[in-house]
């Protein structure tokens, strides 16, 4: 199984952890309790080192379609006032992550990063609507070669602490290339113009840089 860059860390330092309290309880002479603690933490490493994986997948450029940017799934499809960046109305579709899901975020549709902004906020859970707007959140706008701009908008949850965005204003990215990488459950919004043929319907399971949400 591959590891993301963003879990070495992270699964570093859950490691010690295992091995230190595995180690001391070791060094007693209940072996009830050293089998409860192996069986007890063994998990929880499991699970720290399975949500960093790190997939393989062929992804297949589609410049006239906007690829998922996560997997997930399909929790909101409106039209909504977009209020960051556009100020009109838009077609807003949003993808949920829960933390079994891969967490790596990819660039939906081939561009130029026109825009990115990271807001401070709140860690109410991310399916809520008023989260796209209350929490913890990173924008970045993508401007396609024929002008057409899609929002992409990374959001924290109430388990996710921090959001993680690559590319740079100016950056030229394609379906390919990461977005970034949210820890520990989140959701990502989208927003297309309105009119935007959608290929995706609520509570449709997504996989990111894969499923075709839409066709501009």
Request: glycine letters at 6%; hydrophobic letters at 45%.
């Amino acid at each position: 199984m591959r590891i993301h860059k963003e879990g070495f860390l992270v699964i570093a330092v859950a490691f010690l952890i295992w091995l230190f309290l595995n180690i001391i309880v070791g060094m007693t002479d209940e072996l009830y309790f050293r089998i409860f603690t192996f069986l007890a933490t063994t998990p929880i490493l499991i699970f720290v080192m399975r949500f960093f994986r790190y997939p393989r997948r062929t992804i297949k450029l589609k410049p006239s379609s906007v690829l998922s940017p996560c997997d997930g799934q399909i929790v909101v499809i409106e039209e909504t006032l977009e209020t960051e960046y556009f100020g009109d109305r838009r077609l807003q579709i949003s993808v949920f992550m829960s933390v079994y899901n891969v967490h790596i975020n990819w660039i939906p549709v081939p561009g130029v990063i026109k825009y990115f902004k990271h807001h401070r906020g709140n860690f109410m859970a991310a399916y809520l609507p008023k989260s796209s707007t209350e929490n913890e959140r990173a924008t970045t706008v993508i401007q396609m070669a024929d002008g057409t701009e899609v929002l992409v908008r990374q959001i924290a949850g109430a388990v996710a602490k921090r959001i993680i965005s690559y590319p740079m204003v100016n950056a030229v990215v394609d379906q390919q290339k990461e977005l970034g990488f949210i820890r520990f459950g989140s959701r990502v919004d989208l927003f297309l113009p309105v009119g935007t043929e959608v290929n995706v319907e609520l509570c449709q399971n997504v996989i990111g840089s894969q499923t075709i949400i839409a066709d501009l």
